[in-house]
């Protein structure tokens, strides 16, 4: 999946939603608020603008049993999105928080995972060091048990995935380049 997919939407509808997606991965873990113009069924505005700038045709998508209905399959289709795909692991996943998601089976090495939480506060501290973090910075988003797992043995070296966490209008990135530490 590459960033280039949304210069086949209208600039006018994806370019600020893409420049504040650019600033939340180059910024790991702080909160952008993203211009949501629409909500497809059962996504936050923020997962809706994600799925509309950044899906592409030769990427599959990956759905979480709790988010793939039939309502969003439509919404999908009629956006001209990615095609949904039913293998893992997955180069791209929409997931729900709720769904307790194991992103070690869902997530292929280098994956961008766009997971839908309930707060972008008030979980389990993750301490993040890396490239575009002056020192240290603390978040909390709140996660799910099998996420956090994941966490605590987050891969090095650009080996990971790219987790977009969305709640509401809002996104947080944690983006394979960052070291996470699960206080």
Known sequence: MSLLASLNRPVVETQP?????LKAMNQAGVAVTLPCAQRWAGLSPAATALLITLSEADTP???????????LRQCLRQAGSAPLNHQQPAGLALLHSDSNPDLRAIAAAGATI???VPALNGGLTLRL??????????VAPQLPPKVIDFLRD?????????????????????????????C
């Open 17 to 21: 939603v893409l420049r504040k997606i």
């Open 61 to 71: 998508l990956w759905l979480d049993e709790a988010l793939n209905t039939p309502a």
């Open 114 to 116: 766009i997971l839908e």
């Open 129 to 138: 060091r890396g490239p575009g973090i002056q020192e240290r910075r603390a």
């Open 154 to 182: 987050w891969p090095l070296n650009g080996q990971g995935i790219n987790l977009m966490l969305t709640c509401g209008d809002t996104l947080m990135v944690l983006p394979r380049s960052v070291q996470v530490a699960v």
